[in-house]
């Protein structure tokens, strides 16, 4: 019989809030700063890790709160995205990061927008470093990840993101 390795993979929630031609997103510090191939910071939607216990719709409900202030209602599942860092093929494939991320169309419905605090971290290491309706019009002119999030964003608006099926992205995305 072969000895197996026990698989590691976070599960995280996002939501993606949209009103008045604007997205909330949180600018984050980047998860990889020794990585010179990425941004110092990126804006990301609020999200994070499901809690053990935890419903999906409770995470997210937590997640916003926690980053921005904001309370919120959550909607369907809009997409799936893996993470796999380093990607794979490079040396050390998975051996830092390896996520599945279930993003959530939501709206607000109350609370006051504040730059949140990460739980897991002191506050001398903190990775958000604020919270933000950006204009969906403008998001070429910020780093946002994952890449695919911009023309998602965009397409959403302007189809509907309750009328679309989740799609799935990849690591490589």
């Known amino acids: 019989m072969s000895h197996l390795s026990r698989v590691s993979v976070d599960l995280r929630v996002s939501a993606l809030c949209v009103r008045n031609g604007e997205v909330l997103l ?20 609020p999200g994070g890790v499901v809690e053990r216990g935890e419903t999906l719709e409770e995470a997210v409900r937590r997640e916003v709160q926690e980053e921005t202030g904001l309370e919120c209602t959550v909607g369907g599942m809009i997409f799936v995205k893996e993470l796999l860092y380093p990607h794979p093929g490079n040396d ?82």
């Open 92 to 173: 050390g494939q998975g051996s830092r990061h390896h996520s599945v991320s279930l993003g959530f169309h939501c709206e607000v419905t109350g609370g006051t927008l504040v730059t949140g605090r990460d739980p897991e971290f002191p506050d001398d290491r903190q990775v958000i470093l604020k919270s933000s309706w950006l204009p969906i019009n403008g998001l070429s002119g910020y780093d946002l990840y994952p890449p695919f999030l911009p023309e998602f964003i965009i397409n959403g608006t302007r189809q509907g993101f309750d009328t679309l099926p989740p799609l799935f992205y990849d690591s490589c995305l």
């Open 26 to 45: 949180v600018e984050h510090r980047s998860f990889a700063p020794e990585d010179p191939l990425l941004p110092e910071s990126y804006w990301i939607l």
